[in-house]
C-alpha cells in the first residue's frame, strides 16, 4: 500500500527544504516529493501518516563497528543494575571477560534496534569474515552496509547511538540524499529547523522508516 509521510519541513539533501512537505512511498521506494498538497492529490488513496518536525533521509552511523563490538547494550532486565546506556572501556571489559555468546548476541541485536531509535538506516562497513555472526545480524536487521573508501579508524572518546554525536551536518551524516525511485530510508526528528539537529540539545527520533517499513515509532 502506497504511503505519504508529510511533516512540516522535508529536507531531502542535496535539493531545497520543502515546507509542509511530504514523501510517498511505494514499497521499498520513493514514489513522489515535494509539497504536501501536491503529493497527496497525485496519490489519493494512499495512506497519510503526519508527524511533527523534520522528515530527512535515514542516517549513516560511521562508529557501528564499535558499538556493537566494543560496547555492551543492556537488557531491560538489567537496567536496575547496569542502566540504560551502552556500556565501554573498563565496564565492558570486565563484563566481556566473561560474557557468553548468547549474551554477546543480545547485546549485538539491542544495538542495533537501538540504532534505529536514532534514525540510523546505514552503517559504516565492512563486517569481516572474521565476525560471521556480527555479520548475520546485520543483515538480518536490515540496515544497509555502506563501505567505507577506505577503514573507518576507531577514534577516542564517548561512543555515541546518536549518528550526529560526532559532530557532523545533515549532509555528512545522511546516508545520501531523498530522491524520486530511491530507497525510502527515512527518519523524522521532533525539532523545529535544521540547527535543532546539531549541538547538545535533545533531537528526538519519533520514527525510522527502513525500505519502506515503519521499524521505529516513538508517538
Request: charged residues 25%.
Given at each position: ?76 532486565r538489567e537496567a536496575h543494575e547496569l542502566g540504560e546506556l551502552p556500556l565501554w ?28 531509535r536514532h534514525g540510523t538506516t546505514h552503517l559504516a562497513g565492512p563486517f569481516g ?70 549541538g547538545g540539545g535533545p533531537r528526538p527520533c519519533v520514527a525510522t522508516v527502513l ?9
Amino acid at each position: 500500500m502506497l504511503t505519504i509521510h508529510a511533516a512540516p519541513l522535508v529536507l531531502p539533501v542535496g535539493a531545497a527544504a520543502v515546507v509542509d512537505g511530504a514523501v510517498a512511498v511505494d514499497g521499498d521506494r520513493i514514489a513522489a516529493l515535494g509539497p504536501y498538497e501536491e503529493v497527496a492529490a497525485a496519490h489519493p488513496a494512499a495512506r497519510v501518516r503526519r508527524w511533527p518536525g523534520l522528515l530527512t533521509p535515514g542516517l549513516r552511523q560511521d562508529r557501528a563497528r564499535e558499538l556493537l563490538t566494543r560496547c555492551y547494550h543492556p537488557d531491560p532486565r538489567e537496567a536496575h543494575e547496569l542502566g540504560e546506556l551502552p556500556l565501554w572501556g573498563e565496564e565492558f571489559e570486565r563484563l566481556a571477560a566473561t560474557m557468553d555468546t548468547t549474551r554477546r548476541a543480545g547485546s549485538v541485536r539491542r544495538g542495533l534496534q537501538r540504532m534505529l531509535r536514532h534514525g540510523t538506516t546505514h552503517l559504516a562497513g565492512p563486517f569481516g569474515a572474521d565476525d560471521p555472526a556480527l555479520r548475520t545480524a546485520v543483515a538480518r536487521s536490515g540496515l544497509v552496509v555502506r563501505i567505507a573508501p577506505s577503514p573507518v579508524p576507531v577514534r577516542e572518546g564517548v561512543l555515541d547511538l546518536d549518528p550526529f554525536a560526532a559532530g557532523g551536518d545533515l549532509a555528512r551524516t545522511a546516508h545520501g540524499p531523498l530522491t524520486v525511485g530511491g530507497r525510502a530510508d527515512l527518519a523524522v526528528f521532533d525539532v523545529p529547523d535544521e540547527a535543532a539537529l546539531y549541538g547538545g540539545g535533545p533531537r528526538p527520533c519519533v520514527a525510522t522508516v527502513l525500505a519502506g517499513r515503519l521499524v521505529h515509532r516513538a508517538r
